[in-house]
T-cell receptor
Framework: DTAVSQTPKYLVTQMGNDKSIKCEQN?????MYWYKQDSKKFLKIMFS???????INETVPNRFSPKSPDKAHLNLHINSLELGDSAVYFC?????????FGPGTRLTVL | KQEVTQIPAALSVPEGENLVLNCSFT??????LQWFRQDPGKGLTSLLL?????REQTSGRLNASLDKSSGRSTLYIAASQPGDSATYLC??????????FGTGTSLTVIP
């Protein structure tokens, strides 16, 4: 069973479009995250939700909007995509201590 | 603000060699430190988790140590194998469920 899953795995789109990435965890964790990994492989946290409430919102453009319909899901919606948004986006979940990561979504903006 | 650095950025060793990867963090007020492995084009796999009260953790050929006061952790890999080739990342957890990742060490084990 996949613990943290993301869809889609690859996303190629034109500048200016709006797209969403979905994340689901079946671990029963209370906290979920979105990270961005740039071309230099550096991982930076974007958002963190605990029990559907936003607890961390780093300096991310407001074109990025996370949505948590329930504790097991944290989706990421991106408006007006820009070239600089191209990266790999990882979803993760944790229960106080250890983090578990999804397989990543490679977003390419043309 | 917490900064996490990993040295070296890249490492290439012959199979069978023992090796050490380093992770440094600037603020010792951490809850725990986690080591991950990332294979090309894949997600992160958790290797070891050390709580702030612990000094080390072991799993198979891997041993991670933590010296919170000096802001350092090491990941020791014994008898390296080609299958160990990957990027190794450390991450510290601080207050508020915030995690900071290191810059990673890219390891290549040559058969």
């Amino acid at each position: 069973d996949t613990a943290v899953s993301q869809t889609p795995k690859y996303l190629v789109t034109q500048m200016g479009n709006d797209k969403s990435i979905k994340c689901e965890q079946n671990l029963g964790h209370d906290t979920m995250y979105w990270y961005k990994q740039d071309s230099k492989k550096f991982l930076k946290i974007m958002f963190s939700y605990n029990n559907k409430e936003l607890i961390i919102n780093e300096t991310v453009p407001n074109r990025f909007s996370p949505k948590s319909p329930d504790k097991a899901h944290l989706n990421l919606h991106i408006n007006s995509l820009e070239l600089g948004d191209s990266a790999v986006y990882f979803c993760a979940s944790s229960q106080a201590h250890e983090q578990f990561f999804g397989p990543g979504t490679r977003l390419t903006v043309l | 603000k917490q900064e996490v650095t990993q040295i070296p950025a890249a490492l290439s060793v012959p199979e069978g060699e023992n090796l050490v990867l380093n992770c440094s963090f600037t603020d010792s007020a951490i809850y725990n430190l986690q080591w991950f492995r990332q294979d090309p084009g894949k997600g992160l796999t958790s290797l070891l988790l050390i709580q702030s009260s612990q000094r080390e953790q072991t799993s198979g050929r891997l041993n991670a140590s933590l010296d919170k006061s000096s802001g350092r952790s090491t990941l020791y890999i014994a008898a390296s194998q080609p299958g160990d080739s990957a990027t190794y990342l450390c991450a510290v957890r601080v207050t508020g469920n915030q995690f900071y990742f290191g810059t990673g060490t890219s390891l290549t084990v040559i058969p």
